[in-house]
C-alpha cells in the first residue's frame, strides 16, 4: 500500500519538473543499462531533466512502481503525467515523438 507521505513526494517531484526520471544511478552514474539508455536518450535529444536516484530511498523506489503501476525502473514521467519506462521512452524517441510530448504538441 502506497504510504500518502511517499505519494505526495513522488508527486511534488513530478509536478514541479517538466521532465522527471525515477532513475537507478544518477544521468552522470547510472547504476543499470535500462537508466543508462533513458537518461541519455534525453541528454541526446538536449531536453532537460530532474532524476531521482531510487537507491537513495528504497520507499520512493518501491512507491513510484505501485504509483505508476508500472513494475521496472526507470520512468519516466512529463508534466507530472507518467509515461514510461526505457523502451517506450527509446521508441518515442525513435519516432520524434519525445521531444513533441515535452513542448506539449
Known sequence: MLKPEI??????????NKVFLFMKGTPEEPM?????????????L?????????FSNNEI???VKE???WPTIPQLFIGGKFIGGA?????LAGKG???KMVQGK
Do not use: H, W
Open 87 to 91: 523502451d517506450i521512452v527509446l521508441e
Open 46 to 54: 538536449k531536453i532537460p531533466f530532474e532524476s531521482f536516484d531510487v
Open 32 to 44: 543499470c543499462g535500462f537508466s543508462m539508455k533513458a537518461a541519455d536518450t534525453l541528454k541526446e
Open 61 to 63: 523506489r518501491e512507491g
Open 7 to 16: 505519494k505526495k513526494q513522488i508527486e511534488n517531484l513530478t509536478k514541479k
Open 97 to 99: 515523438e519525445l521531444g
Open 67 to 69: 504509483y505508476a503501476n
